[in-house]
């Protein structure tokens, strides 16, 4: 986590259901240190231009 709070989320989740929509969730655990896992991002997946 940077100064403005910022961290970069690069554990994700990818969710099953029922039709194909391929959503996930993105998250941040810092369990270990604050005792708490933070959610970035929960829905579709993003397109992006490493893939």
Known sequence: MD???RV????H???A?????????H???DASR?????IGY???FLTN???
Do not use: C, N, Q
């Open 34 to 38: 604050a005792g708490k896992i933070y």
């Open 49 to 51: 231009t490493r893939t």
């Open 8 to 11: 970069y989320m690069k554990a």
């Open 42 to 44: 929960g829905g579709p």
């Open 27 to 29: 998250f941040h655990d």
């Open 13 to 15: 989740l990818r969710l």
């Open 17 to 25: 259901t029922a039709t194909p929509s391929r959503s996930g969730v």
């Open 3 to 5: 100064e403005l709070k």
